[in-house]
Each structure stands twice: as C-alpha cells, then as structure tokens.
C-alpha cells in the first residue's frame, strides 16, 4: 500500500511510442482471433418471457428465418388456464457464412396465464440461477478447458400492446430480472397500435422502468468508436422499447416483391422495414451487432456479481486486489482440517480433565493410604505395648505365687494384706 495505507501502489510503467522500421506482424491479431472464432463458433442463450399469445414463438421464427418453433395450434380461449409456469428449451445449430451459432431459446409457456401471478417469475429466476450455477460448478472442476456457456445472455420480454403503461406484473418481473440479465423489454404485436399510440406507449413505458430504477440492456458505446457507430448506438437507443411485429409469412410488397409482413384488408406490414416497425432493430441488437456484447456483459458483470454474491454467502469472502478461486475440493479440506483440528482440541481437553481427575484420585488414595498406614502402626504399638504390660504382669504374677509357694508366711501376711 501506499504511504496513506489507501491502496496498492501501482509501479511506474514508461511507455515508449515510437514506430516501427518494418511490419512485424502483430497487426494480424484480429485476423488470427477471427479465424479461431470462425472455428470454435459461438453460442447464445436467450430467454423470451411474456403472457401467452403475445407472438413470442413467431418472433423467434421470424428473427432467425427458420422455424425454430412448429407452428403451435391456436389454442380454445375457453379451454382451462395453464396455472403454473414450465421451463421449455429450444436448441438448434445454425449457420451463416461459415459462422457457426449454437442457439437455445428459453421459453416461460404459463407466465402471467393465472388469475394470482404473484410468483410466476419464479421458476424463470431458478432457471436463470441454475445456468449461474452450473457454469460455476464447471468453472471450478479440475478439467475446466471446455465449459459450455449456457448462461442466459438476454431476455427479451414482451409487453402486451394495450397502449396505457405497464402492468404490474410487467413491473414486478423486470425488477425481479433486472440484475440477473440482459433485460431487453419489446412491445408486441405492435401492428396492432397507430405510430402515434406506439410513439405515447413508448415513453410510458420509459417512464415507468425509469422511475421503478430498472436496468435495461441499452449498447455501449466506446471512446474509439467512430462516428457511424455511435450514430447508429444512437439511432438504436431511441428506439427502445422496440416495437415490433412478427411474422414468417411472404406477402407481396409495395413494388410487388414478396416480402416477409402481415397482410391486412387495408394494407401490409413489412416486418424487414424499419419505417414499419422495430423489428430490424431489435434484430440489429440482439444478433447483428450487439451479440457479443450481450454475451460478455453476462460473462465480465451479471455472472461475477451473480459468482460473488453466491460465495459470499458461502462463507468465502473475496479478496478485492487478487480474485481468490474457489475451489469446492480446497474448501472441502480446509472443512476437514479445521473439523480435525476441532476434535484434537475437544479430546486433549477431555484428556486433561481426565488426568487431572485421576491425579486428584490418586492422591486421595495415597492420603488414606498413608492413614491407614499410620493408623495400623499405632494399633500396632498399642498392642504390642499391651502386650508387653501383659507379659511383665505374667511374670510378676508368675514370680509372686512362687515366692509364695516357697515361703508359706508370706502368703498369711499376703492374704492380710489382701
Ligand atoms: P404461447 O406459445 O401461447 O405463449 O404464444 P406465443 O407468445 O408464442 O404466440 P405465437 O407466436 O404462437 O402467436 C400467437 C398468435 O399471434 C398467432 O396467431 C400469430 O400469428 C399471432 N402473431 C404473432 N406475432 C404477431 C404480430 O406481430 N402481430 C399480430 N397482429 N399477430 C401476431
């Protein structure tokens, strides 16, 4: 740290600039990144939330130009709600000039369909949670060289195009998602709103998810973009909420070409015409421009908050300067040695209070011994004493009747005496 004690000092470093005398090959960096990526190829996962009927799968089909999705049956309104919400994947492997793409569209079927939706967007939080998890499970496998990504990169969820504002529930799931995902919010079935009405609807929209605090994924921009970029980020952000229209049906267009659009009796929407809807937009973010964006806001900073916030909990604090890894196997052997170390501990204690109670005893046991001992030796010399007082009075007795036995005078004095 430096001298105040406020953080690591950063050493010096000079950098040179100067130029070079011949083409060392550096420059071909990108190109050699570009062929590498060509060859891995690369992969998205992106959720698609909103109430049913809302043209979810037709904007799947239609941003990919495929049917990702079989066309569904048109289900009988009268027909019993779905109650609960189910997680659905769909995967497909496409390609595009050589680029491979590795797709898998989440699908919530049942969000928003019951009466009570208080806790609908729960079994797409534990989606997304798991994918978290299972990526940081990977990540911390010995063999980490191949780990599949499949974190959610975006979400796109669908308003309903009532024209007002947002609906509770739509305010409740954002807030929900919004620090777990790229949260890209669309208006649906937008050919069903005037441009004015869509126009309106759009900055409700704004305003609400602007006063609630929510983070919706807008494109960076970077100081070394150039002008056409940022003009297009630009462009592109006053677009948001997108309003869009699906479809994957050709109509004949103004000059007569077949062109992918919804027909009306008074007219057609085309759904590749910007002045139509938003759907090029949208498409512009998610796929043609903005994918990887997505993909490394989710890597670089919703999984590393999601990864800290987890070990946190864990138990496992972070360190700020070195990013610690965690290892389960690390984690499982230091639980070892400190259970270990915990037992050691409770058993000498217990050993120690066991010594000192037979200590205690043993010095009870030597106590009375030597009472006892000393005790016996008393008994003994009385005894022994007595019996030398018994035996000089044997012998005085013994002496006496003698000397009476030899002189017979002594024994009438004697008895006199008596
Ligand atoms: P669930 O699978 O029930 O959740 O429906 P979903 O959200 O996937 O909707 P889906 O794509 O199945 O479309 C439902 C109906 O809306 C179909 O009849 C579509 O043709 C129609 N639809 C889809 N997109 C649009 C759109 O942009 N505008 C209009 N007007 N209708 C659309």
Redesign the pocket.
């Known amino acids: 740290t430096d001298a105040n004690g406020s953080g690591p000092v950063t050493p010096e470093v000079n950098i040179i600039r100067r130029k070079l005398n011949g083409y060392v090959g550096f420059a071909n960096l990108p190109k050699q990144w570009h062929r590498k990526s060509i060859r891995r190829g690369f992969n998205f996962n992106f959720f698609i939330v ?10 799947v089909n239609t941003l990919f130009n495929r049917e990702l ?1 079989p066309q ?1 049956e ?2 009988d309104p009268s027909a019993e709600k779905q109650t609960n919400v189910k997680i659905e994947t769909v995967s497909a492997d496409i390609e595009e000039n050589g680029v491979k793409l590795h797709l898998t569209v989440i ?1 919530a ?1 049942g969000f928003g369909d019951a009466i009570n939706n208080s806790d609908s967007w729960e079994p797409i939080i534990e989606e997304i949670n798991s994918r978290f998890d299972q990526y940081l499970e990977a990540e911390t496998k010995i063999n980490r060289t191949t780990i599949i990504d499949n974190r959610v990169h975006s979400l796109v969820y ?1 308003i309903e195009p009532t024209g007002h504002s947002l609906k509770p529930l739509d305010i409740t799931f954002m807030k929900k998602v919004h620090t777990k995902v790229n949260l890209i919010p669309v208006i ?5 709103l005037t441009e004015e009405e869509i126009a309106d609807f759009k900055q409700r929209i704004l305003d609400d998810i602007n006063t609630q605090g929510i983070n919706i994924f807008r494109p960076p921009t970077y100081e070394k973009d150039d002008e056409e970029t940022i003009l297009s980020c630009q462009e592109l952000m006053s677009r948001i909420p997108f309003a ?4 994957t049906d050709e109509v004949s267009g103004k000059d007569g070409n077949n062109v992918r659009g ?1 027909a009306y009796p008074w007219g057609i929407i085309e759904v590749d015409n910007e002045d139509h809807c938003d759907f090029v937009r949208l498409r512009q973010l998610l796929i043609r421009d903005y994918l990887e964006e997505l993909r490394e806001t989710t890597a670089k900073k919703l999984y590393e908050n999601y990864r800290t916030e987890k070990l946190r909990n864990m138990g496992i604090e972070q360190d700020h300067s070195v990013f610690k890894e965690f290892d389960p196997l690390v984690k499982q052997q230091e639980e070892k040695t400190l259970h270990e170390a915990k037992l050691a501990k409770m058993e000498a204690e217990m050993k120690s209070v066991f010594d000192q109670k037979v200590t205690e005893k043993e010095k009870k046991l030597q106590k009375s011994e030597a009472e006892l001992f000393s005790r016996h030796k008393e008994m003994k010399e009385k005894l022994l004493k007595q019996v030398r007082l018994l035996e000089e009075k044997k012998t005085a007795l013994e002496n006496s009747s003698r000397n009476m036995l030899d002189n017979p005078s002594q024994q009438k004095s004697r008895k006199r005496i008596f």
């Open positions: 909103g109430e049913s009927g809302l043209g979810k799968s037709t904007l999705y569904k048109v289900r699908d079927p669908f649906a079935k937008s050919d069903t869009v229209v699906g479809s919804r």
